[in-house]
């Protein structure tokens, strides 16, 4: 499973021989055969952001769509936004890049993140719920791209790391 949808190799196996696509596209019901992409509540938020005139019949007794409407709500998704180039922005690049897909980790994973930077959350949080409040902390960190890449630059050259210079790696005089 790929964000929500599956893979190649999954679709080449012919998919949902017996079910039609559950999606209504622009108040008509597909008639393609279903494959193994599914139609879920995150793929959902992001028709509905935007603005598909996609929908899915409450007749279906299933949530797979066809692979014209994976490939239609990914190439969407996938799309980026860039009013100036990057060079001549002094903004963080968190207007210029898509962010990571923060519902693939586990839940200790994102607890880990929420207690190391001490992110304000209600107790017994959902896993969705938990990566949504985390998406919005991650997305207020600023990011100067170019000092990151300097430094990732010097860190290969030299050989070390970050995590080594705070654990004392690295820092032999012999």
Known sequence: MNNGFSTGEEDSRGGHTDQTCCLI???ERCRNQAGYASYSKRIQKTVAQKR????????????Y?????KERIQSVRTKRRRKDSEDDSNETDT?????PDLY????STLRRYKRHFKVQTRQGMKRAQLADTIMKHFKTIPIKEKDIIT?????VKSGTNKL???NGIGNDTT
Request: charged share 25%; net charge negative.
């Open 151 to 155: 430094f990732f630059v010097y860190m």
């Open 164 to 166: 080594d210079q705070k």
């Open 52 to 63: 598909l005139k996609l929908s899915s019949d409450p007749s279906a007794q299933h949530i």
């Open 104 to 107: 693939q980790l586990g839940v």
């Open 25 to 27: 596209d622009d108040m």
């Open 95 to 99: 207007d210029l890049h898509e962010f």
């Open 65 to 69: 769509i066809c692979d014209y409407h």
